[in-house]
């Protein structure tokens, strides 16, 4: 079955630009998250779809960041305006379960350099 | 926040040797997962293990789990090159129905 899908996979941009990533999930998956993964540091979870409903955007910075998830399959997460520290690998996952966490499945993610 | 911190950081060990990598969390868990990260590529899932099990195996893999350390290992055996990777514990924390990733282990396999 084909993967979690993202793109684009490297993008520059100066600061207080905007950028915006698209990611589709496997075919089917009822959950999707954003991760944000600075270098050298774990995922950090930024946004939790179940379906087209939010379950988790507490630690999405509201100011700047947002994310949809349109009739309940891909999804986008924009940055505007984007700051040096959102330099950064943004991952989308995909799970099947509904309601309760199982394995995630991450596309290769989306690179960001903030100049 | 990160709720599970790895130790160590890093690790270098000759291939053939054994790998093992700590896990500890702070609040009480469903279940607790680790994954593979290929330097400049998504995480791929490895095992999952719930509260209720204390061991589980995957081929070379093998998790343990101690709920009232609060704490899991993840040890490689007969390490290759090709298991040259980041590793990473998550937890889905009882109440919060999402994954929580630590910093990860660095691991080096030499030939």
């Known amino acids: 079955e084909a993967g979690v899908a993202q793109s684009p996979r490297y993008k520059i941009i100066e600061k207080r630009q905007s950028v915006a990533f698209w990611c589709n999930p496997i075919s089917g998956h009822a959950t999707l998250y954003w991760y944000q993964q600075i270098l050298g540091q774990g995922p950090k979870l930024l946004i939790q779809f179940q379906n087209n409903g939010v379950v988790d955007d507490s630690q999405l910075p509201k100011d700047r960041f947002s994310a949809e998830r349109l009739k309940g399959v891909d999804s986008t997460l924009k940055i505007q305006p984007a700051k040096l520290e959102d330099s950064a690998v943004y991952l989308c996952?995909?799970?099947?379960?509904?309601?309760?966490?199982?394995?995630?499945?991450f596309g290769e993610g989306s690179r960001l350099t903030v100049l | 926040s990160q709720q599970g911190e790895e130790d160590p950081q890093a690790l270098s060990i000759q291939e053939g040797e054994n790998a093992t990598m700590n896990c500890s969390y702070k609040?009480?868990?469903?279940?607790l997962q680790w994954y593979r990260q290929n330097s400049g590529r998504g995480l791929v899932h490895l095992i999952l293990i719930r509260s209720n099990e204390r061991e589980k195996h995957s081929g070379r893999l093998r998790v343990t789990l101690d709920t009232s350390k609060k704490s899991s290992s993840l040890l490689i055996t007969a390490s290759r090159a090709a298991d040259t990777a980041s590793y990473f514990c998550?937890?889905?924390?009882?109440?919060?129905?999402?994954?929580?990733f630590g910093q990860g282990t660095r691991l080096t396999i030499n030939p």
């Open positions: 998550a937890t889905d924390r009882q109440g919060a129905q999402k994954l929580v």
């Open positions: 609040t009480s868990i469903n279940n």
């Open positions: 996952a995909s799970t099947i379960l509904s309601g309760r966490t199982g394995e995630l499945f």
